[in-house]
């Protein structure tokens, strides 16, 4: 179990269902949507999300799911979460409060599930989706508004 590389076949994915979405004024991409004044529904946003999931299923990968919390609107973006390693996972630390409480329901469901923790982030911020394998010796970690140096 586990991954160290970002071209390599993927057998296994995480993934939430986006019942309790929710746009949320966290970054400038949303904010910038907020005001807009667009707007979406839930029924859309699961519609997408079970064409996403069917299409890593057609191509043979088991997809997992965790189950969608209430008061969690952004959890169904699992890459966040951290990165999974060839050890285990390595679970992250949010810097946005509205992200926090997905951390615990992911130690649950990794627990649930025996996939082992190899490591999580106490100290400043990391997100998996600032951090990509170049190849299997080295990661490029983006140093932004969500992961900083001490958190890397």
Same mark, same amino acid.
């Given at each position: 179990?586990?991954?160290?590389? +970002?071209?390599?076949?993927? *057998? %296994?994915?995480?993934? @939430?269902?986006?019942?309790?979405?929710?746009?949320?004024?966290?970054? =400038?991409?949303?904010?910038?949507?907020?005001?807009?004044?667009?707007?979406?529904?839930?029924? +859309?946003?699961? %519609?997408?999300?079970? &064409?996403? /999931?069917?299409?890593? %299923?057609?191509?043979?990968? +088991?997809?997992?799911?965790? +189950?969608?919390? #209430?008061?969690?609107?952004?959890?169904?973006?699992?890459?966040?979460?951290? #990165?999974?390693?060839?050890?285990?996972?390595?679970?992250? *630390?949010? *810097?946005?409060?509205?992200?926090?409480?997905?951390? /615990?329901? @992911? &130690? =649950?469901?990794?627990?649930?599930?025996? $996939?082992?923790?190899?490591?999580?982030?106490? %100290?400043?911020?990391? =997100?998996?989706?600032?951090?990509?394998?170049?190849?299997? &010796?080295?990661?490029? @970690?983006?140093?932004?508004?969500? /992961?900083?140096? &001490?958190? $890397?």
């Amino acid at each position: 179990m586990g991954a160290d590389n +970002e071209y390599g076949k993927l *057998r %296994k994915v995480l993934l @939430c269902r986006p019942d309790y979405y929710a746009w949320q004024p966290i970054n =400038e991409t949303a904010k910038a949507t907020i005001s807009s004044g667009q707007t979406f529904t839930i029924e +859309e946003a699961q %519609k997408q999300h079970r &064409e996403f /999931s069917d299409a890593f %299923k057609s191509a043979g990968v +088991e997809v997992l799911f965790i +189950e969608p919390r #209430k008061g969690l609107p952004y959890q169904q973006y699992t890459r966040d979460l951290g #990165k999974m390693t060839g050890k285990g996972a390595l679970i992250g *630390r949010f *810097r946005q409060p509205v992200r926090h409480g997905e951390t /615990s329901a @992911c &130690e =649950e469901f990794f627990a649930s599930q025996g $996939i082992p923790v190899f490591g999580k982030v106490s %100290k400043g911020f990391f =997100e998996g989706g600032d951090v990509h394998y170049i190849d299997n &010796e080295t990661v490029a @970690c983006g140093l932004a508004a969500r /992961s900083d140096k &001490e958190g $890397i």
